[in-house]
């Protein structure tokens, strides 16, 4: 064990369960705030429609009601939202906090009720009486993008909200010149995070010091500050942005959503605490919703299946309103859609498509689509020509030797170990023994899918791809006066077990044990200005900041070690578990100092410190990752399908995971198994569907089906870790591929099996139904052309 | 109107309207927020409690079906030899990530461990079908259970 790495490895249980497991965890709506008023808000019931006129006479007359606002009249408060990065192919949108004349999805804000308590809330917002002159509404992305199509935003004049074209080589000719030009269709169905914990938050106005404290379930409190900062025309320094445990996230988290600026804003004017909970509809209606993707892939291949050149149409549907640039999700399907192989001529043309729906964000995974596109095409291109899948992996997939590899979609492929990680699961999954077939009674299904996972997103990344924003991360340490450590960083937690992990990257760091460091985090006030948490960034941009400042602390230590045992120089020292040695071979020697005794001299008496070393010891430390930084991994899973039923079932499961250097095997595995099952769970049931007025026909959990412990099968992980060549301690994060690859590997395993009675399925998901009307579809086929 | 119930133990005597759920009053009267609130359609077990020894979805209860009954919440009193085991394995086991289902996993298997000293795998995972978790994948949740249930079964054996 090298003293650099005597914790980061080890699998130890979380600092974070104790008050999870006892009860005394502090979600937003368990932090109790004397005098605070409840908010509960109307919504549209329609998909599409103008607000006459709305009537809250009724409402406010009731005993509790402190208030009822409209769009109208919180406009004087809160500024529009415009959403205008200088990106080629965006139209800028705007919105207002809540609309004024007219609401553009079901569940869409038409007023909000402030009360003494919940109960009156929502007994006063069924007496405001609305008139609506419903419109026409567009709920289906390719109608939306037809000329005679309902405007979603009449501002825009068009619902094409982004199209963007990238083009390396020049994969037109190659489509023109092949030997076979091979065909492929990908459609994701919407899905939505339902963490289950809702939104809600806690805003409080203190007038006299005129400042804002908002408590809420954030990713990111810095950024959502600085939303709010600029829509309510406040200075950073007047507003506070707290976010205590959160009950998941998922992506849901990041944005400033309209609700809780409007809680800001009335806590403001009504100079008293107002809060809201989401209740579970309304987070399933109207929080956020995600993955609505359409891809077609058209693939020029020779006879052995090397793929000579490959474009990518892609559509997604952005719902009504635009909180991310609209390009932002599927720009990166297109970025890293080739992963692992080896392709010059690519091309990719998006077009993303406002609708009469919920908008949307990024959800664990926002580019997941990409690894089910890619595997899947190969899985057709195998088909066709009656090659073995495996085979035509190996045939396009690139050798170590040319990594780092410029991908043609623009990053930069390093780090990764692609073909013995998939061989590694061919043999556990006994690939070579299989054959789809066919009992009688099942059909079986073998499925690969190989992932490239784009973790870390750096600042180049931003810049390059022109969505815009900083990559960086920020870390503070402070060896307190006692010795013990605080640390830091711009990151929120949503059950990740950071407070855990980052302890033992600054034990490390610094050369102390992880119960003397305390790590802080979700306070706009106590942390540093950082991105916050979202995609695979945690480890890597906050484990990395933090090891980071953390060797500065430790150099800083042994500098003051030296001068107090009357060294000039550090040579021979260092720091283990707090204690000062002399680091001899074969082990190390004490020196009878400790962090403890240079902390007192540090803070409590400066004048025995070396010359030029000033007082005390905080420490503060920023860090941008590289470009992008890539996990990789196989996923291969074995499938049958009841022939009677359309019934899946998964019979094995199998990873093979490539991350970085792992902190915490505990924690990575942990967070694999669970990106797997949300994988599975959205290929198997989940499904948010409109009907044609844009009405939202699975706003319970009766309807939006998420996976149960039923549904899951055992995952089998088997954990490799190829460091990073330009990371801290070479992390590179791994939360989202499990999600990329339980999309693509099932996919392909079920048309692996319908292969046998001629079928396949191109739709997501794959439920019972869909996958007899498959099955029973392509037998008749069968049936007609043997009469034929 | 008032109500009279045993909480975590203690009598208490609470001002409710007829249509405030059990949920809301534990949480907002009571003050014992470890019931936490998912769905309010019991669907995701996240407010399960126990009622009498049993356990029960609190958002499917008013509170004023409460009286004369007693109510346990993970909070309460003194945790039973079950809770205690089942504290133990899910911190082991990794069985929790945000937390947030995990109060009303630990009322549901308090009681069916004790019902249930020989459970099966097939029956944890038949009942553990009642809760809604997001994060885990329920894998390290029906391990943490089985090793709960095991060390249960050492302890009344020795």
């Not at chain 1, 149409?313 to 970025?335: K, L, Q, R």
């Not at chain 1, 899947?376 to 073995?388: K, N, Q, Y």
């Not at chain 1, 409590?604 to 070393?613: C, I, Q, R, T």
């Amino acid at each position: 064990m090298s003293e650099r790495e005597a914790y980061v490895g080890q699998p130890r249980p979380r600092r974070e369960d104790h008050r999870l497991l006892a009860g005394l965890a502090r979600y937003v709506d368990d932090i109790k705030v004397a005098g605070a008023l409840h908010a509960a808000f109307l919504r549209s019931p329609h998909g599409h429609a103008r607000i006459v006129s709305i009537d809250v006479t009724a409402a406010l007359e009731l005993p509790g009601v402190v208030t009822v606002v409209t769009g109208e009249d919180l406009a004087e408060d809160v500024t529009d939202l415009t959403v205008a990065p200088p990106i080629e192919g965006l139209r800028p949108t705007s919105m207002p906090v809540m609309p004024v004349d007219r609401v553009r999805f079901q569940g869409d804000l038409v007023a909000c009720v402030v009360a003494a308590d919940r109960y009156v809330a929502e007994e006063a917002m069924e007496r405001i009486v609305v008139e609506y002159a419903e419109l026409p509404a567009v709920s289906d992305m390719f109608a939306a993008l037809r000329d005679d199509s309902v405007l979603v935003d009449e501002a825009l004049g068009t619902n094409l909200v982004a199209r963007r074209v990238h083009r390396a080589g020049d994969p037109e000719a190659r489509l023109a010149a092949a030997p076979r030009v091979i065909e492929a269709e990908f459609h994701q169905q919407r899905q939505t995070h339902a963490p289950i914990e809702t939104r809600g938050c806690i805003a409080q106005w203190d007038p006299g010091r005129e400042h804002l404290t908002l408590v809420i379930g954030s990713q990111v409190p810095h950024p959502l500050r600085t939303q709010i900062v600029r829509r309510l025309g406040l200075r950073d320094s007047q507003v506070s942005v707290s976010s205590p445990d959160v009950g998941g996230s998922f992506g849901q988290k990041i944005a400033l959503y309209r609700e809780e600026l409007a809680i800001c804003a009335l806590a403001r004017r009504l100079g008293r605490p107002v809060r809201w909970k989401e209740d579970r509809m309304e987070n399933l209606l109207a929080a956020c919703h995600a993955r609505e993707q359409w891809c077609r892939t058209r693939a020029a291949v020779d006879d052995t299946g090397r793929i000579l050149g490959l474009t990518l149409e892609m559509v997604e549907d952005f719902g009504a309103y635009c909180f991310y640039p609209a390009n932002y999700i599927s720009e990166v399907v297109g970025i890293i859609l080739t992963g692992q192989y080896g392709i010059a001529d690519y091309g990719y043309e998006i077009r993303v498509a406002l609708t009469n729906k919920c908008g949307v964000g990024p959800m664990r995974a926002p580019m997941a689509m990409a690894s089910w596109v890619m595997e899947g095409t190969l899985d057709v291109i195998a088909r066709r020509l009656g090659l073995d899948p495996a085979e035509v992996r190996r045939r396009n997939m690139l050798a170590d030797q040319a990594l780092p590899y410029a991908m043609p979609g623009g990053e930069t492929l390093l780090d990764v170990n692609c073909a013995e990680t998939m061989e590694t699961a061919l043999d556990e999954i006994g690939y070579a023994a299989h054959r789809p077939h066919d009992d009688g009674r099942y059909l079986y299904g073998l499925g690969l899918c190989n992932v490239v996972e784009s973790t870390t997103y750096g600042s180049r990344f931003y810049k390059n791809s022109g969505i815009g924003g900083s990559g960086h991360e920020a870390a503070r340490i402070i060896v307190e006066p006692d010795g013990t450590v605080s640390a830091s960083v711009g990151m929120a937690a949503a059950g990740q077990g950071y407070e855990t992990t980052f302890a033992q990257v600054v034990a490390d760091g610094v050369g102390v044990r992880p119960d003397d460091v305390a790590v802080t985090l979700g306070h706009s006030d106590t942390s540093p200005y950082g991105m916050g948490s979202r995609g695979g960034r945690g480890a890597t941009a906050g484990g990395g900041a933090l090891y980071l400042c953390a060797a500065e602390v430790r150099a800083h230590l042994l500098r003051l070690a030296a001068h107090r045992l009357g060294l000039n120089a550090t040579d021979g020292l260092g720091l283990r578990d707090g204690r000062i040695v002399w680091v001899r071979a074969g082990g190390s020697e004490e020196t009878g100092l400790d962090v403890a005794d240079l902390a007192r001299t540090a803070y409590f008496d400066p004048l025995a410190l070396p010359e030029g070393m000033r007082p005390g010891l905080e420490f503060y430390r920023t860090y941008d990752p590289p470009p992008m930084t890539f996990s990789n991994s196989t996923h291969a899973c074995r499938v049958r399908i009841a022939r009677e039923t359309g019934r899946l079932e998964i019979l094995d499961y199998l990873v093979v995971e490539n991350c970085g250097t792992v902190i915490n095997p505990l924690v990575v595995h942990g967070q694999q198994a669970g990106a797997v099952a949300m994988g599975l769970s959205g290929t198997l049931l989940e499904n948010v569907v409109y009907d044609q007025a844009g009405r939202n026909l699975s706003a319970t959990f009766a309807d939006y089906t998420i996976a149960t412990v039923a549904d899951i099968p055992a995952i089998r992980i088997i954990a490799r870790a190829t460091p990073s060549s330009r990371t801290p301690l070479g992390l590179k994060g791994m939360a989202e591929g499990g999600v990329m690859g339980a999309i693509g590997a099932v996919a392909n395993a079920v048309n692996d099996a319908l292969s046998v009675v001629g079928a396949q399925v191109t739709c997501l998901p794959l439920t019972p139904m869909r996958l007899h009307a498959a099955i029973h579809d392509g037998i008749g086929r069968a049936a007609q052309g043997q009469e034929g | 109107m008032i109500i009279s119930l045993t909480v975590n133990g203690e009598v208490r005597d609470v001002a409710v309207e007829p249509h405030y759920l059990l949920s809301d009053v534990l949480r907002d009267r009571l003050d014992l927020t470890a019931t936490h609130v998912g769905c309010e359609q019991g669907i995701c077990g996240a407010c399960t409690v126990l009622v009498d020894g049993q356990s029960a979805r609190a958002c499917l209860l008013f509170a004023v079906q409460m009286e004369g009954h007693a109510v346990t919440t993970l909070e309460g009193g003194a945790p039973s030899a079950e809770l205690r085991a089942l504290r133990a394995a899910f911190h082991t086991h990794h069985a929790q990530q945000c937390g947030f289902c995990t109060p009303g996993i630990l009322m549901t298997f308090a009681a069916y461990l004790r019902d249930h000293p020989d459970c099966d795998e097939a029956g944890v995972r038949a009942v553990l079908g009642g809760n809604l978790c997001r994060c885990t994948g329920y894998g390290p949740i029906v391990r943490a259970i089985m090793a709960a249930s095991a060390a249960l079964r050492e302890v009344a054996d020795v």
